[in-house]
């Protein structure tokens, strides 16, 4: 995940987990994405951030698809989050990190520079890029 800052104009990286229906096989690579319900993949396209709250995998950030490939990401709860799975130190040992069931999951220790930098009405995109 990039995050840019207009107006600074830096870039800053972090590691993002892609959903497990994006790489059914665990390579390390997203394959495909889907806006199917239990398809547990990752949506593309464009989200606008939604409110701060504390569910299940603690503080995250919920997200509002606005396209229609990600048009079912409220319903499917498809948010920012942080995960046990998602760390440097695991990208080192194993060559690849966690997948999430189709969320944003991020470090631990990456969640809260995410979630100051998005905070409410910022704009997400999602895409595979070209490899």
């Given at each position: 995940m990039y995050l840019?800052?207009?107006?600074?104009?830096?870039?800053?990286?972090?590691?993002?987990?892609?959903?497990?229906?994006?790489?059914p096989h665990y390579?390390?690579?997203?394959?495909?994405?889907?806006?199917?319900?239990?398809?547990?993949?990752?949506?593309?396209?464009?989200?606008?951030?939604?409110?701060?709250?504390?569910g299940e995998h603690g503080h995250s950030l919920r997200l509002q698809g606005l396209d229609r490939t990600n048009s079912n990401a409220e319903d499917r709860d498809i948010v920012i989050h942080s995960a046990w799975y998602v760390s440097q130190e695991r990208a080192?040992?194993?060559?690849?990190?966690?997948?999430?069931?189709?969320?944003?999951?991020?470090?631990?220790t990456s969640l809260e520079q995410v979630l100051d930098h998005l905070g409410t009405g910022r704009f997400l995109y999602a895409e595979k890029l070209a490899t």
């Open positions: 840019v800052d207009l107006q600074r104009q830096a870039v800053h990286s972090v590691l993002v987990a892609h959903g497990l229906g994006s790489d390579t390390g690579w997203l394959i495909r994405f889907s806006n199917t319900p239990g398809s547990l993949a990752t949506s593309a396209g464009g989200y606008v951030t939604g409110p701060a709250y504390t080192l040992s194993t060559g690849k990190i966690g997948r999430s069931d189709g969320c944003f999951a991020v470090a631990q």
